[in-house]
């Protein structure tokens, strides 16, 4: 037995008939081919599938897309302005720090740090690896993330020209 349900989806009002089991994750990727969000460890621990829904980060893998009817959900996918491809300033820190390695995790992380970077616009060392201690980086560039989510901040503090 399957339902439609209706969000916002990046912006964008749309619609997806799912069956009760199906995640977030799942949604995503089937209906929407957005591959950010990673299912990895199956058990909401590593932040690889990481999605905001109503502004709060949740385990998408976890998240039942039932949950998502008349909800907003953004993706990493939402980052970048789509009118002018230009990434946003955490993505651009995230590259110049160079924080990932292999990438996997990086859309949670990316996420997470654009999170912590609107509730906390100046964050010290000790917030940034509290808030980011939900998510996961398999090749160990932690020193590289917490730098880019610094100079994020700096970056959204003091913007370039356009």
């Known amino acids: 037995m399957s339902r439609t349900i209706s969000f916002i989806l990046n912006g964008e009002q749309v619609s997806a008939d799912i069956k009760p089991h199906h995640n977030l994750v799942e949604v995503l990727q089937r209906e929407f081919n957005l591959m950010g969000a990673r299912e990895s460890c199956g058990q909401g621990m590593c932040g690889c599938c990481t ?3 109503n502004g709060a ?6 998240y039942l897309a039932a949950f998502v009817d008349g909800a907003q959900v953004e ?5 970048a302005d789509e009118r002018t491809q230009a990434l946003s300033p955490v ?3 995230f590259i110049e720090a160079g924080a990932f390695q292999c990438g996997y995790c990086t859309p949670g992380f990316l996420l997470m740090a654009t999170q912590l970077l609107d509730a906390h616009p100046d964050p010290d060392e000790d917030q940034i690896r509290h808030y980011l201690s939900g998510n996961l980086c398999r090749c160990g560039a932690y020193p590289e993330i917490v730098d880019a989510v610094k100079l994020a901040a700096r970056k959204r503090k003091n913007p370039r020209p356009s």
């Open 51 to 53: 999605v905001l829904v």
């Open 57 to 62: 980060a949740v385990s998408g893998c976890l």
């Open 75 to 79: 993706t990493v996918e939402s980052l």
């Open 91 to 93: 993505q651009e820190a």
